[in-house]
C-alpha cells in the first residue's frame, strides 16, 4: 500500500467512557512524541499513569458545565478537528485564531443501551444520551482526509503502530471513518427506538384510562392481540413485538405452517428484538434473494429492493453482496440483506462498515458470525428449510383475500419461451443480463422497471403510479447513484444496460426513456393495444425486446 499520503500524527484528542485499553494506548502515542489533550476522567486516567497530557479546559478556557453535559463543545476543539488540512484558507484562519489541529481522535461513547437493558431510570438513561461524544466523531469522521477517528478498543493496537510507522494512509483513514459512522448510526437508532417505545407506553397507558373513564356496557369483541401468552400460543403466536408499523400500533408475531416456519421461524444468532417493519423488509429481502438459483444477495428498505446482484456458482457471495450494495448505496444504509447461500468472512466484512437493520442466511462461517456479532444492534437471522410461501393472504374489510403466491414458474419465466419481437436476438450474455433482471424485477413493487449489466441491478424504478415515472426513476438512479470518483461525475450506467418491465408499456413514451438513456435490450410481458408502437420504437433504435407472455405485479 502507497505511504504517500500517511499523516503523521502529531495531536491526539483522547476522550473516552470506557477506560479499556486506553492507557496503553496514551503510553505509545507519549513516547512517540505525541501530545494528548483529554477530558476530565480520561484524562484523569492517563495522568496518573504517569503520562502527560493537556486537559481540554486548559484549551477552550472553560471549565466542564452542567454536570458535564459540556466539555468539548468549543470552537477551539472542533475547530482542530474540522479544519481541512489540504486548504491553505483553513491553515490560515486556525494560525489566526491559534488553534493546534488534531491528527488522531480517540471516542466511546456513553453506555446508553446497556443503561437501558440494566433497568436504569428515566432520568439516569437520558443523561446517558451523549452529545459531545456522537458529535466529535462524525466531526472527525467526516474530516477523515485530514485526520483519524478510532471509536472501538480492538483498534487502539492498530492506532498505536500507525502513530510509530508515521501515521495512517487516506484508505485507513477512510475505513476507519466508516466504522465511525456506523457507530453513531446504530447509537442514535438505539435512543430512538427508545424514545418510540416510551411514547408507545404513554399513548397505551392514555388510551387505557379513556377506555376505563368510559361507560359500554355492550359485549367488546376480542382480538388476537388482546389474548393472554396461554391463549396466543395454542393460535401459534410465538412473540409480542414492541409495536406495529407505527409506535401506536400493537403487533405479534404468529407461525402458521409448523413444519415450514421459514422467516417467522428464523433462527435469531444476534442483535436486537425484530420488529414488525423488520420482518415485513425481511420478507420481501428473501422473495428478492431466493427468486435466484445462482449464489444471490438482495439488499431491501422499505419492502422495496434497492440493490440485487448473482455471482457465478463457486464465486464468494461476497461478491454478489458487493455489487448489490453497489447498486444504490445511498439507499443501502439501514436496509434489509438477504443472502441465499453462507455468509463468507470476505461478505461480513464488507458488512460490517455498514449500517444495516438485519442480515439473513441460510447459515454463516464461525469467523463471519463472529465479526457480524461485534455489532450488537446487527438482527442476524438464520433461515432454515427450502424457500415456500404457497399461499398469500390479504385481510381486507370484513373479509380476507387469499391467491396462490407469485412464482417464477410460468412459462413465460423461461427466456427459451420469450418472443423475440424487435432487433436482433440476443448473445449469451445480454440473454443471461435479461433472465436475471426479469427474476429480480417480480420483487420491485408495481410500477416497477429494473436495469441490470453484468448479473447486477443498477437502477430501479418502484412503486410510481405510471410506468412512464418508473423508467425515468430507474434511470436517474442508475445515472446518479454509481460510485464514482470524487470530483467527478457519477457513472451514466443506464447506458448498456438491459431492462425488465414487470407488466406491459401502455405507450411507447416509457420504452423510449430507456431507448433515449442507452439501453441495449428490454424484456416485458406485452399485451398492450399499443404493443406495435412500443416495438416500432425498439425496432427504430435498433434494440432487442422480447415478449414474455407473463406478468409479476407485485402490489
Known sequence: MSTADRRPIRRALLSVFDKTGIVDLARTLAETGVEIVSTGSTGRTVREAGIPVTEVETITGFPEMLDGRVKTLHPRIHGGILADQ?????????????????????????????????GGGFDEIIEKIDVGGPT??????????????V????????????????????AERQELAAIAFTRTAEYDEAISDWMLEQLSGALAEGGAAEAAAGEDDEEEEVSVLDLSEADAAELGITATL????????????????????????????????????????????????????????????????????????????????????????????????AANRTVTLAMAQQVKPIFTEVILAPGYEDDALELLRTKKNLR????????????????????????????????????????????????????????????????????????????????????????LDSCRLAVSRANTLGEHAEGQDA???????????????????????????????????????????????C???????????????SH
Open 491 to 537: 457513472p451514466e450506467r443506464a447506458r448498456g444496460a438491459v431492462a425488465a418491465s414487470d407488466a406491459f408499456f401502455p405507450f411507447a413514451d416509457g420504452a423510449q426513456i430507456l431507448l433515449d438513456a442507452g439501453v441495449r435490450a428490454i424484456v416485458q410481458p406485452g399485451g398492450s393495444i399499443r404493443d406495435e408502437e412500443v416495438i416500432a420504437a
Open 539 to 553: 425496432q427504430s433504435a435498433g434494440v432487442t425486446m422480447y415478449l414474455t407472455g407473463t406478468r409479476h405485479f
Open 242 to 337: 414492541r409495536y406495529g408499523e407505527n409506535p401506536h400500533q400493537r403487533a405479534r408475531l404468529a407461525v402458521t405452517d409448523e413444519d415450514r416456519p421459514g422467516l417467522a421461524g428464523a433462527e435469531q444468532l444476534g442483535g436486537k428484538e425484530m420488529s414488525y417493519n423488520n420482518y415485513v423488509d425481511a420478507d420481501a429481502a428473501v422473495r428478492a434473494a431466493f427468486d435466484h438459483s445462482l449464489p444471490a444477495v438482495a439488499v431491501v428498505k422499505h419492502n422495496n429492493p434497492c440493490g440485487v446482484a448473482v455471482a457465478a456458482e463457486g464465486e464468494d457471495i461476497a461478491l454478489a453482496h458487493r455489487r448489490a450494495h453497489g447498486t444504490d448505496p445511498l439507499s443501502a444504509y439501514g436496509g434489509v440483506i
Open 380 to 467: 442476524i437471522l438464520r433461515l432454515q428449510g427450502e424457500y415456500h410461501h404457497p399461499v398469500e393472504m390479504r385481510e381486507i374489510w370484513g373479509g380476507m383475500l387469499l391467491q396462490d403466491a407469485d412464482a417464477l414458474d410460468a412459462a413465460g419465466d423461461d427466456p427459451a419461451s420469450w418472443t423475440l419481437a424487435a432487433g436482433e436476438a440476443a448473445d449469451e450474455g445480454t440473454l443471461a443480463d435479461l433472465a436475471f433482471a426479469w427474476r429480480s424485477v417480480r420483487a420491485v413493487k408495481s410500477n416497477a422497471i429494473l436495469l441490470a449489466a453484468d448479473g447486477a441491478a443498477v437502477g430501479i424504478g418502484m412503486g410510481q403510479v405510471n410506468r
Open 136 to 149: 466529535m466523531v462524525r466531526a472527525a469522521a467526516k474530516n477523515f482526509a485530514s485526520l483519524a477517528v
Open 86 to 118: 489540504r486548504l491553505e484558507a483553513h491553515r490560515a484562519q486556525l494560525a489566526d485564531h491559534d488553534i493546534a489541529p488534531f491528527d488522531l481522535v480517540v471516542v466511546n461513547l456513553y453506555p446508553f443501551s446497556e443503561t437501558v437493558a440494566a
Open 151 to 170: 471509536v472501538d478498543p480492538e483498534d487502539y493496537a492498530t492506532a498505536a503502530e500507525a502513530a510509530s510507522t508515521g501515521g495512517f494512509t487516506l
